[in-house]
């Protein structure tokens, strides 16, 4: 379609819920993992996919990046890859990139997958961002859960993430907009 941004995908056949979420400024939301190839990447997905249904898409800017630079520049892992198209979400043309000094500045929202990972950031992050930095589940839905690595399981461990993704994006969503209304 023309005139909306590559990362923005066709949702004819989507419903639109009663009552949008309004976001008033635009926010940057940065989704971190190890190796940004499994969890990151089908989080931006999902999340992207959840903005687009509530017709927010266009107030944010949504990325991810791992704390690690050892797949910078690949595809997903082609197992996320399968579970977001089984749920109608294309990240195939989303590529690996690590953690920049620059996306402390740059995002309003860093959410790391783990609490490995959530450390890695907080020993990075410059002193006056650190409190940009949290654990995804735990800012999204108060559980303070990690997402598992699937990397090293099967198909249905990567199911399992994009169900805790899904769950998680959901109410980071509506965390969003309740944090506007107020």
Same mark, same amino acid.
């Given at each position: 379609?023309?005139?909306?941004?590559?990362?923005?995908?066709?949702?004819?056949?989507?419903?639109?819920?009663?009552?949008?979420?309004?976001?008033?400024?635009?926010?940057?939301?940065?989704?971190?993992?190890?190796?940004?190839?499994?969890?990151?990447?089908?989080?931006?997905?999902?999340?992207?996919?959840?903005?687009?249904?509530?017709?927010?898409?266009? +107030?944010?800017?949504? %990325?991810?990046? *791992?704390? *690690?630079?050892?797949?910078? *520049?690949?595809?997903?892992? +082609? +197992?996320?890859?399968?579970?977001? +198209?089984?749920?109608?979400?294309?990240?195939?043309?989303?590529?690996?990139?690590?953690?920049?000094?620059? %996306?402390?500045?740059?995002?309003?929202?860093?959410?790391?997958?783990?609490?490995?990972?959530?450390?890695?950031?907080?020993?990075?992050?410059?002193?006056?961002?650190?409190?940009?930095?949290?654990?995804?589940?735990?800012?999204?839905?108060?559980?303070? %859960?990690?997402?598992?690595?699937?990397?090293?399981g099967g198909e249905d461990g990567f199911q399992a993430v994009y169900n805790?993704?899904?769950?998680?994006?959901?109410?980071?969503?509506?965390?969003?907009?309740?944090?506007?209304?107020?």
């Amino acid at each position: 379609m023309k005139g909306r941004p590559p990362y923005l995908h066709n949702h004819d056949t989507l419903e639109l819920p009663e009552r949008p979420i309004i976001l008033m400024t635009r926010t940057s939301v940065l989704f971190v993992c190890m190796g940004n190839i499994c969890r990151s990447p089908l989080a931006e997905g999902v999340f992207i996919h959840l903005a687009e249904m509530k017709g927010v898409a266009e +107030r944010l800017t949504v %990325d991810s990046a *791992g704390t *690690g630079g050892w797949h910078t *520049g690949n595809a997903p892992d +082609r +197992r996320s890859v399968a579970v977001a +198209r089984k749920h109608g979400i294309d990240i195939s043309r989303q590529r690996a990139r690590q953690v920049s000094q620059a %996306d402390f500045e740059n995002f309003d929202l860093i959410l790391a997958m783990d609490t490995g990972n959530l450390a890695k950031l907080l020993q990075k992050a410059p002193e006056n961002q650190k409190h940009k930095i949290h654990l995804f589940m735990d800012y999204a839905s108060g559980r303070r %859960d990690s997402v598992p690595d699937p990397y090293f399981g099967g198909e249905d461990g990567f199911q399992a993430v994009y169900n805790m993704l899904l769950a998680g994006c959901s109410s980071l969503l509506e965390k969003m907009e309740l944090d506007r209304a107020s």
